[in-house]
């Protein structure tokens, strides 16, 4: 048997380097440099494994391969002992193209996650309520997924949860609302008033957001747009995701204007969903002027990317201004929303206490009857 050749000790301390110090193999990351079992003594655990093995009769071995590529670090994975052992007792699972993509693609994440700035740090923040009878929550391995994607870097390796454990109620109850919205604002204050209040700091914030639409509006008017939070979107086609997609051309929105002026001002958000003027007018009444903001195809899936949440904010300013001048200051706007997650955490975040007029936001009734109610108000003074 030929004698095994060492690896040049450079191409040892690149191949480290490139893999992060991790295994290689997809899914498992382990952390080389130190044993789980000795978490105070630092030593190497790792594996320096061929793709194509270095003898002829080895693992994926090539009577000229294998002696071509013995010492070539492209050849090379850093693996736990454990993974080591899987690719070679499993060959004709692991091939070579299989292992080659593994590497390639680890390494290719370790460089996407070391080029990311310092100043590119931020605190993910997550949210989550039951929607109907569907118990909610946030996956935290897919959120941070997508805070690298977004080339930002995680401060904590735990997000600060706004969320209120245990509450078995939902949405078609009206206890539901009162204390999910109470909830909201004192978990709100506790974590993230003051760091939010802290200038000085200039942090960056990541939200993922989970719950019915008026307490994701609620939550964007905590924060406020003075506050540099980055909205994500829960995408469900062509795969479950929170990263941003970019796969589709720009959204356009638009804006029908009510012809005549009433006393009643609503402003209708059909985006992930057409909502009629009928069932407006049978909540409100007919005297009513209707505002809309709509897309051609409302859909769950329509906000793909970050352009398309800024296309939205500005044209949700802008109508909020129109609606201003033309029905007066005087006044309180009546929302009905069906829009996707980010587009209401956005919709509170742009609405300006002192400038726009407040806003009484209705839901649909989860129950036998589908009509709109009134669940919660936004800058409304009480008497």
Known sequence: MPDRKKIPVPKNILLWVKAGGRCEFSGCNKILYHDDFLPFK??????????????????????????VLATDINNFMLLCKDCHDRIDTNENLFSVECLKQMKRLHEERIERVTGISVNNKTTVITYWANISKQKNSI?????????????????????????????????????????????????????????????????????????????????????TDKTN??????????????????????LIFLIDEPKDISTNVVLVLSISDTISLEDVIKVIGDDVSIWTIKIVN??????????????????????????????????????????????????????????????????????????????????????
């Not at 190497?44 to 003898?55: E, P, Y």
């Not at 930002?152 to 454990?165: M, N, Q, R, T, W």
């Not at 980055?230 to 469900?236: I, K």
């Open 298 to 383: 409302p859909n769950n899936d329509c906000i793909r990317s970050k352009k398309d949440l800024h296309s939205f904010r500005e044209i949700f300013r802008t109508t909020l201004r129109r609606i201003k001048t033309t029905h007066g200051t005087d006044k309180l706007i009546n929302i009905f929303p069906a829009i996707p997650l980010s587009v209401a955490v956005e919709m509170g975040r742009v609405w300006m206490p002192k400038a726009d007029l407040p806003m009484v936001i209705y839901d649909r009734n989860r129950g036998k009857d589908l009509s709109f109610k009134k669940i919660l108000e936004i800058g409304v003074e009480n008497e």
């Open 139 to 223: 996956d935290i391995n897919n959120i941070m997924n997508a805070v690298i994607a977004d080339e930002k870097y995680p401060i904590d390796s735990d997000p600060v949860d706004l969320s209120l454990p245990g509450h078995e109620s939902y949405d078609n109850e009206e206890l539901f609302w009162v204390i999910e919205e109470r909830n909201l604002e004192k978990r709100f204050d506790a974590k993230l008033k003051d760091m939010i209040a802290d200038k000085s700091k200039n942090m960056l914030y990541s939200l993922f957001a989970l719950a019915p639409i008026p307490l994701l509006i609620k939550l964007g008017s905590l924060f």
């Open 229 to 250: 939070v980055h909205v994500f979107q829960r995408h469900r086609e062509p795969k479950d995701t929170w990263e941003w997609l970019n796969d589709s051309d720009e």
């Open 42 to 67: 630092e030593h190497k655990i790792a594996d320096k494994a061929h793709i194509v093995a270095n003898s002829p009769k080895g693992a994926r071995g090539d009577p000229v391969y294998s002696s």
